[in-house]
């Protein structure tokens, strides 16, 4: 038995358009820009919660890389929550270190990640058998 | 002075990956699929509300398109919105009937379209001058 639930709505953007399209999306939003922004290290900005605690993210991603939203899908077992999609349809794309990059049947990319919404999760996930 | 909110987050698949990825994403979400699909009056159907009522809704697009997600921006002043967006670096990609088509300063679509969700609009919506 495991959890799981859309978490994140992120805006992918290559380098070269990132900061126009991040400055862009705060100001639609109405929300400063934090200090934290996409590094080396972690390609992600976070820029607001949606109701229900679903993050609204900026992805910065490689150059000439295609502009585009994916979604992720936040779950308390990793492992299981892949073999429940996969066994739907799913596809992994690429195993990275504690999460994954999954494609639909129709090849659109999503990924399935641990908990990130802390007390956000619990109430609003969904239990599989 | 007007309102706006994210309001519909979009999976767009092609006619020929339409079902299949339709089929994946209810069952992925555990949301029996509704009587409504996709007809040539309304390419919509939709799957579920997020936390905040934020819907999750499918969109079903021309022979060959690239599955994709994409936002809707609700508002309850379609004209102004899409004024304070073009002024933020969006641009206008199409004008249709009521609501519009428009890209990021990195050329993601997105839309704007009037109020969808009715009563989790007024309390999730940001006032703008």
Known sequence: ?????IAVVLLDHPAESYEA??????AAHGSPRGEKRPSDDSPYESLRDLPGGVEL????TGPGSSPRVHLDI???DVGAEIAR???LGAA???????YAI?????GLVFCVVPVQTGADFEPHATTWP
């Open 74 to 76: 936040e779950t308390d």
């Open 102 to 106: 999954l494609t639909d049947p129709g």
């Open 21 to 26: 399209a991040a400055q862009f999306w705060a």
């Open 1 to 5: 038995m495991h959890r799981s639930r």
């Open 85 to 87: 999609l996969v066994a």
């Open 57 to 60: 993210a900026l992805q910065r």
């Open 92 to 98: 992994v794309a690429e195993q990275r270190d504690g």
